[in-house]
């Protein structure tokens, strides 16, 4: 640390210890990810691995790394004995969790990293040493965590505060709580894999990430809690937690400012990722975000950083907040997750594409606003603008809400009235929906209790009236292939501008619309098309071989086309497994015997069945 940084270097063996504390540039190297072996032995408390503060004699926590090595625990199975946080880089914990001006910590790594301990007994309660969170970091630049293998109750990277430059690839994680997670703009999960275990019943999710995330390749299933206790179940999505600011009208406005009435007092805000920006909700310069150079609190104007396309005027409202701009979510597959992609809120130019959905709630793109009356200490507005849901394939259903389709919402918890538009220039096109008619969709979920495509502002948007129009408006719903559902479509009351043009269904879609718009809403209905006929079903991924350890609980799946959407049963050594009816199927926990059984789906619909090829278990 004195001399700048360096590398401590562990050959091959078994080390106990019970803190290590890292100074600037210092690298914990070993010889191999397998056979060097570190082991906690403390005795719980914050953390095993940290960063030294800035005060050390290294400075701020920068160049910083762990690689090729394997860290367990010497008492894996006493809860009370582990650390709250394996790994803890970069700032130390504090007022820089939430203010990114304050954060200084760059250039921090983990890689070919295997974390192992138990994932079957833990304790989510509370950060006194009990979770055995994998990662943790707070910084302002470039964190990058590759090839690492994180088994364990929390192993995973929780609760994380960066500013810009994240990079996760080729990981691998399994855990019974938590969330892959991290705050970055220029975001990016690629090639990684998650199963959870929802059968310990915990709050638990897949990845999380806020403004330019770019989520592609990833693999994840079981997000969730198997007791639907919990406000989880989360496969792959962006959030706005300490991201909503302000909103209201604007009294007046030039190239590049504005003069503001906002519903509360106007401040400068402390943001915790992103940039600070206006959206234009509302009138002329609809659609428009840009970034804020300066707020004038006494003269409630708000100057810009770029000059508007269209100068707003008295008929346009604004939201102050931090878009989650660019959320990129492109070629993920999610299995058995209570829930699935979820936009929510602030989403800008956001593109959900070629994502494959199974036996999980599809894609949701959430809105809402809040503030006065019904709270006088916040103001909440959270506008989707351009969001593009494209060539999806969304096939079963969840197995929370019994839904599964594409869609969005907006919430008017501040008034019954229409007050701005919160859902602006939406795609739904080239998707494929195969769901389940014979079950009701719940409403376990934030999404509305809706299969197939739906754009719902009212009565499931809190608070409103169903009187005014435009919550939602401009969406285009076309070419959609939809099978096996109740409804196909649904629009209703507060949606404004929809058009649904060269959508497919089939006998199996027992109402293609169900349509609430008014007359003067502006709805056009084209050149949809029932599908007559069937067609066998046709399997284009078969169930895959696993290896799971005694006690583990492999999930198998399967995709398949057909018309109608065929149906499904799992067997075991050719034998019929009672309930096993989905496109995917979690084994119970895996005993001696299990090794080297059998599973396979029978896949049918009207036309006849197929038979996939066996997935076989591995010791």
């Given at each position: 640390?004195?001399?700048?940084?360096?590398?401590?270097?562990?050959p091959?063996?078994?080390?106990?210890?019970?803190?290590?504390?890292?100074?600037?540039?210092?690298v914990?190297?070993?010889?191999?990810e397998?056979n060097?072996k570190?082991?906690y032995?403390?005795?719980?408390?914050?953390?095993?691995?940290?960063?030294?503060?800035a005060?050390s004699l290294?400075?701020i926590?920068?160049?910083?790394?762990?690689?090729?090595l394997s860290?367990?625990?010497?008492?894996?199975y006493?809860?009370s004995?582990?650390p709250?946080?394996?790994?803890?880089l970069g700032?130390q914990w504090?007022?820089?969790?939430?203010?990114?001006?304050l954060?200084t910590a760059?250039?921090l790594?983990?890689?070919?990293?295997?974390?192992?301990y138990?994932?079957?007994i833990?304790d989510s309660s509370g950060?006194?040493g009990?979770?055995g969170i994998g990662?943790?970091?707070i910084g302002k630049?470039?964190?990058?965590?590759k090839?690492n293998?994180f088994t364990?109750?929390?192993a995973n990277n929780?609760v994380?505060?960066l500013n810009?430059?994240?990079?996760l690839k080729n990981?691998?994680f399994?855990?019974s709580?938590?969330?892959?997670?991290?705050t970055?703009?220029?975001?990016?999960y690629?090639?990684?894999y998650?199963?959870?275990h929802?059968?310990?019943?915990?709050d638990?999710?897949?990845?999380?990430g806020?403004?330019?995330?770019?989520?592609?390749y990833?693999?994840?299933?079981g997000?969730?809690?198997a007791?639907n206790?919990q406000?989880?179940?989360?496969a792959?999505?962006?959030?706005?937690?300490?991201?909503t600011?302000?909103?209201g009208?604007v009294?007046?406005?030039?190239?590049?400012s504005l003069?503001?009435a906002?519903?509360?007092?106007?401040?400068?805000?402390v943001?915790?990722?992103?940039n600070?920006s206006?959206?234009?909700?509302?009138?002329?310069?609809?659609g428009?975000v840009?970034t804020?150079?300066?707020?004038?609190?006494?003269?409630?104007?708000?100057?810009?950083?770029?000059?508007?396309?269209?100068?707003?005027?008295?008929?346009?409202k604004?939201a102050l907040?931090a878009?989650?701009a660019?959320?990129t979510?492109y070629?993920?597959?999610?299995?058995?997750?209570a829930?699935?992609i979820?936009g929510?809120?602030?989403?800008?130019?956001?593109?959900?594409?070629?994502?494959?959905?199974i036996?999980?709630?599809?894609?949701?793109?959430?809105?809402?606003r809040?503030?006065?009356?019904?709270?006088?200490?916040?103001?909440?507005?959270?506008?989707?603008?351009?969001v593009?849901?494209?060539?999806n394939t969304v096939t079963?259903?969840?197995?929370r809400?019994?839904?599964?389709?594409?869609?969005?919402?907006?919430?008017r918890?501040?008034s019954p009235?229409?007050y701005?538009?919160e859902?602006?220039?939406?795609?739904?096109?080239d998707?494929?929906i195969f769901?389940n008619?014979?079950?009701?969709a719940?409403?376990?979920t934030?999404?509305?209790?809706y299969?197939?495509?739906y754009?719902s502002?009212y009565p499931f948007s809190?608070?409103?009236?169903g009187t005014?129009?435009?919550?939602a408006?401009?969406?285009?719903?076309?070419?959609?292939?939809?099978?096996?559902l109740?409804?196909?479509?649904t629009?209703t009351?507060c949606?404004?501008?929809q058009?649904?043009?060269?959508n497919?269904?089939?006998?199996?879609?027992?109402a293609?619309?169900?349509?609430?718009?008014?007359a003067?809403?502006n709805t056009?209905?084209?050149?949809?098309?029932l599908?007559?006929?069937?067609?066998l079903?046709?399997?284009?991924i078969q169930?895959?071989?696993q290896?799971v350890?005694?006690?583990g609980?492999?999930?198998?799946?399967v995709l398949?086309?057909?018309t109608?959407a065929?149906?499904y049963?799992?067997?075991?050594?050719?034998?019929?497994?009672?309930?096993?009816?989905?496109?995917?199927?979690?084994?119970?926990?895996?005993?001696?015997?299990?090794?080297g059984s059998q599973?396979s789906?029978s896949?049918?619909n009207s036309?006849g069945?197929?038979i996939?090829?066996?997935a076989i278990?591995?010791p």
């Open positions: 640390e004195n001399g700048g940084g360096g590398v401590v270097y562990f091959n063996g078994s080390y106990y210890i019970k803190n290590i504390s890292l100074g600037a540039g210092v914990l190297e070993g010889q191999d397998y060097t570190i082991y032995n403390g005795t719980g408390g914050f953390s095993f691995i940290q960063s030294k503060g005060n290294g400075g926590a920068k160049l910083q790394g762990i690689a090729r860290i367990l625990l010497s008492n894996p006493t809860v004995l582990r709250d946080v394996i790994i803890n700032d504090g007022s820089s969790v939430s203010d990114q001006t954060r760059n250039r790594f983990i890689a070919g990293v295997n974390l192992n138990p994932y079957t833990g950060s006194d009990r979770r990662a943790l970091w630049e470039r964190v990058l965590l090839d293998h364990g109750w929390g929780l994380t505060f810009q430059y994240c990079v990981n691998r399994e855990y709580s938590g969330y892959v997670h991290d970055a703009t220029y975001l990016f690629e090639n990684n998650i199963k959870v929802p059968e310990y019943n915990q638990s999710h897949g990845y999380f806020r403004s330019d995330a770019y989520m592609a990833n693999y994840v299933e997000a969730g809690d007791s206790v406000n989880d179940g989360e792959l999505c962006t959030e706005v937690p300490a991201g600011f302000n909103y009208a009294s007046g406005a030039t190239s590049n003069t503001v906002p519903v509360i007092t106007l401040v400068n805000p943001v915790e990722y992103g600070l206006i959206a234009i909700t509302c009138g002329r310069g609809l428009q840009k804020v150079a300066s707020i004038n609190p006494n003269t409630g104007v708000i100057t810009l950083s770029q000059p508007f396309d269209v100068v707003p005027d008295t008929t346009s604004f907040y878009p989650l660019w959320f979510v070629s993920n597959t999610l299995v058995n997750c829930k699935g979820w929510f809120g602030n989403q800008y130019d956001t593109l959900v594409a070629d994502n494959t959905s036996d999980c709630n599809g894609v949701f793109i959430w809105s809402a809040a503030g006065p009356p019904d709270t006088t200490t916040y103001a909440q507005n959270c506008p989707d603008f351009f593009r849901m494209t060539r079963g259903i969840s197995r809400s019994n839904q599964g389709g594409i869609g969005t919402y907006t919430g918890f501040d009235k229409f701005d538009v859902v602006y220039a939406t795609e739904i096109t998707n494929t769901g008619n014979a079950i009701a719940g409403s376990g934030e999404a509305p209790p299969d197939g495509i754009v502002s809190t608070g409103s009236d005014g129009t435009g919550d408006t401009e969406t285009l719903i076309e070419g959609n292939l939809l099978s096996n109740k409804t196909g479509i629009l009351k949606d404004y501008g058009l649904v043009n060269g497919t269904y089939d006998s199996s879609v027992l293609f619309m169900n349509n609430s718009t008014g003067g809403d056009i209905i084209t050149s949809n098309t599908t007559t006929g069937t067609a079903p046709v399997i284009t169930p895959q071989s290896s350890l005694t006690n609980t492999p999930t198998f799946f398949a086309t057909g109608p065929p149906f049963q799992w067997r075991k050594n050719n034998v019929a497994i009672s309930g096993a009816n989905r496109a995917s199927y979690t084994a119970p926990h895996v005993v001696m015997g299990d090794n599973f789906v896949v049918s036309a069945s197929v996939s090829s066996n278990l591995l």
